[in-house]
């Protein structure tokens, strides 16, 4: 089975929960042919004036048919909207589930807009599997059959006519729908994908924009991208009602074939006045059912296109270079012990041509200070994302004398923490940016921990732990964001604490004092691998190495040792 057949397959409703839909479904649908049959019939021998007592079973159909068809309906779309949005809710927690194990490292090539349009667009067209394609194929192909059989026993030429206009109906409405509108519908997702990424781009770089004067190249881009997908909507929307034009007019069509072929059995007394109108109108009423189908091909188009989009968009497996996400045996954090230990250790970024690190060997020990220096692009960031199980490592990675493959990247993470280059911060408060990290903590704790950072005098100048700091933090600088980043991971305690790149999006001149403060709230016995690209204030470390080109140089300060790392700040315990 193909990546999109399961997501299709994932998408349908178990059948003992749908089976109720299609059942409802096929009732209302037949219960509307039967009504126009026997209002037929009921007309027109009324107007032959028989005695009242031969229309009365037709009356009382008449009025059953009318209120189960609308009784039936109502508990199709409440059955099938039911068992859809269920197995909706379903598909879209498995997509989840699938996404997280590549995130951050697997999804660095895939565009934001493809990954948004799979999660939320995409997923909610996988609805109308069941509820447009499915079901409505299914009742109306037994309705139509009915249908069939109902006109044969009243005039057999009639019945075969009808059969015939019904497989050519279908036959042309399929091919005509597929001609016309499988080209916009292929155009659509990308277009769709263009335009969520020019309106992200948009909202998250307004401020940029605004300062060089490109906000309004930003809205044209936006407003291009959004024209282009109008145009491919209206031409699918085209094609559905061309072939919707198409249903309608063989319908009229089976109605005159109907008369021809009945002609002959009125001239010869054969057929009467009611049967006549029944042969003759009911083709009519099914094909009002059978218009459904040229729906459902259009649908089955949208659902099929969603579907590949998905599978694109999220691959079957995650790549090898990543780490397997396998689970934890103990939930619990590896013994720091002697400390990390590399040896031969190899990384390479998903889709790479080359490893990213070569051979690398090194030591962290506990409540060591690190300074991993090196160009842009020379692997300083591999080394941050192995360090925390991201990327899989070859050769020896080893946490207290245990190696990391032993262990779940989970529990890894547990003992070494990342504070990334740009910190991920909610849209929430202080509170809870803080809270993700140890849910159990005081108020008094969060502030303590902020007071450690040197965010206490402005921590009450906002207001406290209830003020916001916005989406991605942009109510904040970036010395800030950084300094809660911090205090989040100090609240969890990490025995080893990777930084990578924590002044880089602050000014030069405040970047030292940053960085003091943020050392200097780290406790004694924690390690800390301080990743950058410019040189640190050698008080600040004990050992200094170097990555150029994907190897490690390890020129070790001589002479210190942690014990012998003089003080940094005053605020360390």
Request: proline share 6%; glycine share 8%.
């Amino acid at each position: 089975m193909t990546a999109a057949g399961a997501v299709l397959r994932g998408a349908m409703p178990p059948a003992r929960r749908f089976w109720w839909t299609i059942a409802a479904g096929f009732a209302s649908e037949a219960s509307a042919v039967a009504l126009l049959a026997v209002s037929a019939w009921l007309i027109v021998r009324a107007s032959e004036q028989p005695p009242v007592l031969y229309l009365s079973f037709a009356v009382v159909g008449v009025r059953f048919f009318a209120i189960s068809r609308a009784v039936f309906r109502y508990l199709e779309r409440l059955t099938g909207h039911d068992a859809a949005l269920r197995q909706l809710s379903s598909t879209r927690a498995d997509l989840v589930r699938r996404l997280v194990p590549l995130a951050p490292d697997g999804l660095g090539r895939t565009r934001r807009g493809s990954v948004l349009g799979a999660l939320v667009g995409d997923v909610d067209e996988l609805q109308d599997l069941p509820l447009r394609v499915v079901q409505p194929l299914a009742s109306s192909a037994l309705v139509a059959l009915g249908a069939v059989v109902l006109v044969a026993f009243v005039w057999w030429p009639a019945a075969l006519t009808l059969l015939a206009c019904l497989v050519v109906a279908g036959a042309v409405a399929t091919l005509w729908g597929w001609a016309a509108g499988a080209r916009a519908e292929r155009t659509i997702a990308p277009l769709r994908a263009d335009l969520t990424d020019a309106v992200l781009d948009h909202v998250s770089n307004l401020d940029v924009l605004a300062a060089y004067g490109a906000e309004e190249g930003s809205r044209d881009r936006i407003e291009r991208a959004d024209a282009a997908l109008r145009r491919a909507v209206v031409r699918r929307a085209g094609a559905q009602a061309g072939t919707t034009a198409l249903v309608s007019l063989l319908a009229g069509a089976a109605s005159i074939a109907a008369v021809l072929v009945t002609a002959p059995g009125v001239a010869s007394a054969t057929l009467d006045g009611p049967a006549l109108a029944v042969a003759v109108l009911v083709p009519m009423a099914v094909f009002e059912v059978f218009g459904a189908v040229a729906l459902a091909s259009a649908a089955w188009r949208k659902v099929r296109s969603a579907a590949g989009r998905i599978a694109d968009a999220l691959p079957a497996a995650p790549p090898r270079e990543l780490a397997p996400e396998t689970a934890s045996p103990t939930g619990e954090a590896p013994e720091l012990g002697e400390g990390v230990r590399l040896r031969g250790a190899s990384v390479r970024w998903p889709g790479a041509a080359q490893a990213s690190l070569h051979d690398v060997d090194l030591d962290i020990r506990p409540g060591e200070r690190i300074l991993v220096l090196g160009s842009s692009g020379a692997g300083k960031s591999t080394l941050a994302h192995a360090l925390v199980r991201f990327l899989e490592t070859e050769g020896s990675y080893e946490i207290g004398g245990r190696s990391v493959h032993d262990l779940s990247p989970d529990d890894v993470r547990r003992s070494v923490g990342l504070c990334e280059q740009h910190p991920m911060l909610f849209d929430e408060d202080i509170r809870q940016n803080l809270l993700f990290a140890r849910d159990t903590a005081t108020d008094a704790d969060l502030e303590a921990v902020l007071d450690r950072v040197g965010l206490g005098a402005w921590l009450r100048e906002r207001g406290g732990l209830d003020a916001r700091v916005g989406e991605r933090g942009a109510l904040v600088s970036g010395g800030q964001a950084q300094r809660i980043a911090l205090a989040r991971a100090l609240l969890r305690g990490f025995p080893v604490l990777v930084l990578d790149e924590p002044t880089a999006g602050v000014d030069p001149e405040a970047s030292a004092a940053l960085l003091v403060d943020l050392l200097g709230a780290v406790r004694d016995d924690q390690a800390v691998v301080l990743i950058s690209h410019v040189a640190v204030p050698d008080a600040l470390v004990d050992r200094v190495v170097r990555i150029d080109d994907g190897r490690l140089d390890d020129g070790s300060t001589p002479g210190r040792t942690p014990d012998a790392r003089p003080a940094v700040s005053p605020m360390r315990p």
